[in-house]
């Protein structure tokens, strides 16, 4: 069974390159902290009901808002539309906020930008906010006219490199060009900005153009963890899993060990180089975190359990597997596609289950 959905907790740390990392000034604005002005315009809308998505739950958390922790069927809402179509018609939400890595919420930003019920109301340097019932569509801002009260220059180039990352995901791929054009105007230099333009290639399925601009900013900041990250990602989508695999292993030695980004795409591309011990060490490490940090811990303990099967090793293998059936929150294809793997090493190993 491959990967078969990104954890959406191991995006957490990643903020800090949407977010906080942006700035160098000593006291960044409020903007560039956490998704604050998210917040603000639901509070605005009268949004008594609001999803947002875990990470940016966490990050609003520690900037001292008041938002309810996430739950496991907030993390399998965001990957599965009937889900969360179920979860919506339980709660009737006013609003939905998403906001950090637009990985993490891709399939349920699609299905917004898609549904009848809910239209784009706000999008800045964080994420989106859609409304219920809000009948005018989106239009995007005018680059000349954003963030104009930043007068750090390093700092407003952050905002709208981050408007660009999040406009492209919401499907505004001429204003996101726009914004990044500006922010690399206004600081030609900014590893920060170069970092964002690397992403935004990436997201786009533009690994070689990823890789270069990755390389642009590594040029300026050998060690900077989220280029590394980015090249690693796009040298392996290439097919070039052996440089993929080295860039990985820096960025690992480079990275806070308890940041689970890295971890998780460590561990990503060591099954693609077949490194199996070494996916074992970074999944056996993100398990552990997630139950600290008192996460869902499910793919985690799915992912552990196919690498433990390809090494041989049936027992522990099914003994991560079941765990993870034993958590809330599972959508019926998760469960599914556990339940058959379980069967399947079982099958093969001949152990009990």
């Not at 990985?103 to 009848?116: K, M, N, T, V, W």
């Not at 290439?238 to 440089?243: E, V």
Request: charged share 25%; proline share 7%.
């Amino acid at each position: 069974m491959p990967f078969f959905r990104f954890p959406h907790f191991a995006g957490l740390i990643f903020l800090a390159f949407l977010g906080v990392a942006c700035s160098p000034a000593p006291t960044p604005d409020r903007r560039m902290i956490a998704p604050i002005a998210l917040a603000d315009a639901a509070d605005e809308a009268g949004a008594a009901r609001v999803f947002w998505n875990p990470s940016a739950r966490q990050v609003l958390t520690a900037a001292g808002r008041k938002v309810p922790p996430a739950g496991p069927e907030d993390y399998t809402a965001l990957d599965d539309p009937s889900f969360w179509r179920r979860l919506d018609r339980r709660n009737r939400f006013d609003a939905v906020a998403l906001a950090g890595q637009p990985s993490e919420y891709a399939a349920l930003l699609g299905h917004l930008r898609d549904s009848p019920d809910f239209r784009l109301a706000h999008l800045d340097n964080w994420g989106v906010l859609f409304l219920r019932g809000k009948p005018e569509p989106f239009q995007p801002p005018e680059v000349t006219q954003t963030a104009t009260d930043l007068d750090n220059a390093e700092e407003r180039s952050a905002y709208l490199a981050g408007m660009a990352v999040v406009l492209d995901a919401a499907g505004h791929a001429g204003a996101a060009r726009d914004f990044l054009a500006t922010a690399r105007d206004l600081a030609p230099q900014s590893a920060d900005v170069r970092t964002r333009a690397a992403y935004l290639a990436l997201q786009n399925l533009r690994f070689r153009e990823a890789i270069d601009t990755a390389d642009e900013t590594l040029a300026l900041d050998r060690k900077n963890v989220p280029a590394l990250q980015i090249k690693a990602q796009a040298l392996a989508a290439s097919g070039r899993i052996d440089a993929a695999w080295i860039a990985a292993e820096q960025f690992k030695e480079l990275a806070d060990p308890g940041d689970m980004n890295a971890l998780f795409l460590h561990a990503q591309i060591a099954n693609a180089a077949r490194a199996f011990s070494r996916e074992q060490n970074s999944l056996e490490r993100l398990v552990l975190l997630a139950e600290q940090a008192g996460i869902p811990a499910t793919d985690y303990r799915v992912y552990l359990g196919q690498c433990y099967a390809k090494q041989g090793k049936p027992q522990p293998a099914l003994d991560q597997l079941k765990a993870a059936l034993g958590e809330t929150g599972l959508s019926e294809t998760q469960r599914a596609d556990i339940e058959n793997a379980v069967r399947t090493i079982t099958a093969r190993a001949g152990v009990t289950p």
